[in-house]
């Protein structure tokens, strides 16, 4: 599930990266910030702060990269624990001065048409009200696993579960996103597969 | 033992369409006694990653926030060269005997010496001196202290506990060199992380200890947990277990 596949690229990046190497670290922010972007405003439901957050953590991650060991969890365990600390600390934050605002115009998309960006937008504020009603570990796995891209066993290790644990808690946030939700975006999904089969067909 | 096989089978499924491997039809082919149950979970789990992928900034943002990371990943790298030859050049200035290979020589076999000395002075008094050792007191003193305050938690903790506790924070951050193999360190910070926060927004001390507990947990690679910052005191943030969940 992971872009970053390539398990013994990413690790020579990041060894260059803790040696200092403005290339790899480069490549690491290019490989991670748009996930980290991602986890952010699924947790926060705030472009603002998901901005301000996500180049946060990257600031973090030049603090401690040098302290990261290999023996103990997978890079991309390690990145999201410090953003996941970023959350919670801006949560706290939030917690003297009130909830954050609504997702804004600054966001962008794939999307093509302003039809669809709209549709897009009203999907995202209505799962990350849904999400907000589920309890954390549940919320933590739904913004881990959809909107970071990352694997169970990088989930896993982010939380630090186990991966049987991860894969109930998610089946259960799944069942009840989706009774939250009601039927959801088949119409969309039925409008991917057409396109990939138009895709593979031509 | 069904519920966890469909979680399994959900999870296989989902991947296999994410990676592309296999359709949601030919997924449930392989599974026909679950696929009732599984396919309105496995539409609703791509839909949600078709939307929660969706998000980006846009692309110049993104490049100014790039171009400010590497100049401080620069500005960073300079600055340690510099405090590191400067460190050097103070050692050397310091004890200028270290220069020369004699004196490196004679210094090796005096700290050889003082280490079976310290060896002889540990076996005497239990390893009294020993690292690990001085990380393991000063964990069970923050424990007791956590355990004081949380014993006499009110409306405000006082400010010299407090003060102390911040004290025996810092000397554990001085002292620990490999977090994860320091047993009870993790638990010790979240609980920390969870006793103080109630009290962060209505006592500057109390935020102070929290932020100090955010930079250790973060740079020790600690999954801080997440807490109503109402003033609450909260003992501890219970973990999701299969059997706990709603």
Redesign the interface.
Known sequence: MSPNADASGERLIVDAARAGDQAALSELYTLYFPRVYRYILARTGSTYDAEDLTEEVFMRVLEAIERFQWRDVPFSAWLFRIAHNAVISQRRKDGTRGRPAPLSDGLATDSAGPDELVENRMALNQIMEAAEQLPEAQRQVIALRFAAALSVAETAAAMGKGEGNVKVIQHKAIAKLREMLGQPKKQSIQRKQTVDAGTKAG | MQ??R???V??ECL?AY??GRR??EESLSLYPSLAGHIE??L?????????????????N??EQ??D???V???S??TALALLRSMDLEKRVQAEPWRAHHWGALVGGVLAGFALLMAAGTMVSDGGSDSGPFRVTVTLRELRAEQAQIRAGAGESIPTEAIRSLTATTERLATQVQ?P?SVPGL?QALREQFALL?PY??TQSDAEEA?ALT?RL??????????V???PTPVET?P????GE??
């Open positions: 519920a966890r469909q979680d399994e959900l999870e991947s994410l990676e359709s949601i309105p979970l539409r609703a789990s791509i839909g949600l990653a078709d939307t929660l992928q969706q998000p980006l900034l846009p692309f943002v993104q926030a790039r400010r990371f590497l401080a990943a620069s960073r790298r490999e994860a993790e926060l962060a927004a929290v955010e947990a973060t740079g020790w690679g600690i999954a801080l947990p997440f109503s910052p109402l943030t973990e999701a277990t299969p969940m709603p």
